[in-house]
């Protein structure tokens, strides 16, 4: 496909439809500091081995961390590099867009593979070829769910689930005609049965709760199933970490209609804030209220396996305003990464690693809360992240950390007024004993606040 630049007057007509002065508008959601407002100082007349010798020298002024305590979404896990050597077979690759079997069977294949790993670790029955990232996935369900409940226009939101992903449902959900988002409190950080027992109506369609949640907790999805189901409503379950199915029964095992999330850690690095894997998986009774894609496997006229796209209006690629969704592609190679991933630890691999998700995470806990101003928050079950109250000098302990290219874990003040000097710690398996231990080290040497 060729690429076919716009003229000014394009431009201009595009900038005016949408009621904007000029293309820097779009950008007001980027702080005004983190804006470059003049050319990249790059050598004007350079060759491209010099102006590759000055990005590189720019990029090693990023501080280079030794070792992240920071999740809250976005986790950095061990990649195989037998990952990076496969991923780019052109087996996986074929020529066109998956609607074509007869020339798309290698992408038409990792995508079913993908479809019945997630199927399998969530408990449900189908699964879409993937969404954008676990914000997107969330509306998807959210939109699934009416549709599904139809004469239903509420979806309650648990304050659990991630703030960006409840940025998205305000931005993409709320505004449809007739939609409402209502928030459901928490209590000891987690879903607050009392407050959902109370807003659980008959406009309700669903309840979307953290599996395990923003702050780590994981939550009791068998309990709060029975009062959403005797309302009539559905229960989704939102996991922003996907390697806690490793450790975590099965959401549609526990009570869940739907699980939906983000499934970047499988086989896939942070990278500076993506690319991300949205999941969705539902039950058979919803599954042609999907959205995107689903990959069907047949046998062709000769006995022969193969696998075509079913389920899959052509309004999702032509008749957009008759879609049921906005989503008509996959995240094809991240997904692509997240199958090999799941192949190569298979069952037991992945429960390890999962295991030692845990097991860490529970060691820093434990050594942190020797330090004296370190204090629980809430004693609830917890996956790799947890939170603790910091009593000392925010500020002093991040530059300690900062400085010895340590990155701490997130202050949750940012999000969460009741959680002010609180932060959220998280470990993986990349966590050593002694990168817990110098963590341990470094805090204690920070001075403790003077009442």
């Not at 007057?9 to 595009?14: G, K």
């Not at 005797?230 to 922003?240: E, F, M």
Request: a negative charge; hydrophobic letters at 45%.
């Amino acid at each position: 496909m060729r690429y076919l630049p716009s003229s000014p007057a394009e431009d201009r007509a595009l900038l005016d439809t949408i009621g904007v002065k000029n293309a820097e508008e779009l950008l007001v959601g980027i702080p005004e500091p983190l804006r470059l407002k003049r050319p990249l100082d790059l050598p004007t007349q350079g060759s491209e081995q010099e102006v590759a010798w000055e990005m590189m020298r720019m990029a090693n002024r990023n501080t280079r961390f030794c070792a992240q305590f920071l999740g809250a979404g976005a986790y950095d896990h061990y990649v195989p590099a037998a990952i990076d050597a496969m991923v780019s077979r052109q087996e996986w690759f074929t020529a066109y867009t998956p609607y074509q079997p007869e020339i798309s069977q290698g992408t038409l294949q990792h995508i079913f593979e993908y479809q019945t790993l997630i199927c399998d670790l969530a408990g449900l029955e189908v699964t879409n070829a993937s969404l954008y990232d676990g914000g997107t996935a969330c509306v998807e369900a959210a939109l699934m769910a009416v549709r599904v409940q139809k004469k239903r226009n509420t979806v309650l939101v648990s304050r659990g689930i991630h703030p960006f992903y409840r940025r998205v449902l305000e931005t993409s959900f709320a505004p449809h005609d007739g939609l409402k988002l209502v928030e459901v409190a928490l209590k000891d950080g987690l879903t607050d049965a009392a407050d959902l027992q109370a807003k659980l109506g008959p406009d309700v369609a669903a309840v979307l709760v953290g599996y395990p949640n923003f702050l780590g907790a994981v939550e009791d999805l068998t309990a709060l199933a029975g009062p959403v189901h005797a309302a009539g409503a559905l229960l989704i379950s939102v996991t922003q970490e996907a390697l806690a199915f490793g450790w975590l029964e099965a959401p549609g095992k526990v009570g869940a209609d739907m699980a939906c999330g983000e499934a970047m850690s499988f086989g896939n690095k942070p990278n500076f804030g993506g690319p991300f894997l949205g999941f969705l998986a539902v039950k058979d009774a919803h599954k042609r209220e999907i959205p995107g894609r689903v990959v069907g496997q047949t046998k062709d006229l000769d006995g022969r396996t193969g696998y075509v796209l079913t389920l899959t209006a052509r309004e999702q690629h032509i008749r957009r305003d008759k879609a049921t969704s906005n989503i008509c592609s996959n995240q094809g190679l991240v997904a692509l990464r997240a199958d090999l991933f799941l192949q190569l630890a298979g069952p037991e691999g992945l429960k390890g690693l999962a295991a030692q998700n845990a097991a860490k995470a529970q060691y820093l806990r434990s050594r942190l809360l020797e330090l004296p101003d370190m204090e629980p928050v809430a004693e609830v079950p917890f996956f790799n992240e947890f939170i603790l109250r910091y009593t000392g000098d925010m500020a002093a302990m991040q530059a300690a950390c900062l400085k010895e290219s340590l990155l701490p874990g997130l202050d949750l003040g940012r999000f969460y007024p009741e959680y002010e000097g609180c932060l959220l710690w998280c470990a993986t398996e990349l966590h050593t004993r002694p990168m817990i231990e110098s963590l341990v080290e470094i805090l204690a040497r920070v001075p403790s606040v003077v009442a």
